[in-house]
T-cell receptor, first 110, second 112 residues
């Protein structure tokens, strides 16, 4: 079992939709959780960074972590065609390398 | 722009050859991480350096090695290249009291 599991999609939604992206993880030691956005063949770009459980909001993006169920979510409101990319969840336990999910490819159709 | 730079952007070489990839971290960051991204494996951690010392090792092949220099830039050396080594290679850096990793634009390696 991989430490971080993520449905690869692809996921296709109409412009303006609410997008929900999810990951599960198995390592109870994980304390730090990230979401990265990666456009085709570009470097991953950090979107959200969360410590432990809870919610974090930044503009149209909301990250949620539920440590009791080992579940990580990213919500995108009012999705735009420019949000079309691969979204990678990642986790680590502090001063350790990131463990990534395989990424979910999202397409937002105008 | 993350502030992390990588050269070259693209590299095309033949099997059996050796190449060197270079990474300059963000100003002030002491940690450098190397990752390999292939289509079927996703982002795989290779190795981490912190202020010149190896800190952690992941799925790095024995044919691969890395180092971090006193000016904190890092190089990843790939030798006896095989077709399966074709991938995107990213470096990331962190530091300044934060574990947040910022990625460079990557080097696309093609082994023919």
């Amino acid at each position: 079992q991989k430490e971080v599991e993520q449905d690869p999609g692809p996921l296709s939604v109409p412009e303006g939709a609410i997008v929900s992206l999810n990951c599960t993880y198995s390592n109870s030691a994980f304390q730090y959780f990230m979401w990265y956005r990666q456009y085709s063949r570009k470097g991953p770009e950090l979107l959200m960074y969360t410590y432990s459980s809870g919610n974090k909001e930044d503009g149209r993006f909301t990250a949620q972590v539920d440590k009791s169920s080992k579940y990580i979510s990213l919500f995108i409101r009012d999705s735009q065609p420019s949000d079309s990319a691969t979204y990678l969840c990642a986790a680590h336990s502090g001063n350790t390398p990131l463990v990534f999910g395989k990424g979910t490819r999202l397409s937002v159709i105008a | 722009d993350s502030g992390v730079t990588q050269t070259p952007k693209h590299l095309i070489t033949a099997t059996g050859q050796r190449v060197t990839l270079r990474c300059s971290p963000r100003s002030g960051d002491l940690s450098v991480y190397w990752y390999q991204q292939s289509l079927d494996q996703g982002l795989q951690f290779l190795i981490q350096y912190y202020n010149g010392e190896e800190r952690a090792k992941g799925n790095i092949l024995e044919r691969f090695s890395a180092q971090q220099f006193p000016d904190l830039h890092s190089e990843l050396n790939l030798s006896s290249l095989e077709l399966g080594d074709s991938a995107l290679y990213f470096c990331a850096s962190s530091g300044g009291g934060s574990d947040t990793q910022y990625f460079g634009p990557g080097t696309r390696l093609t082994v023919l």
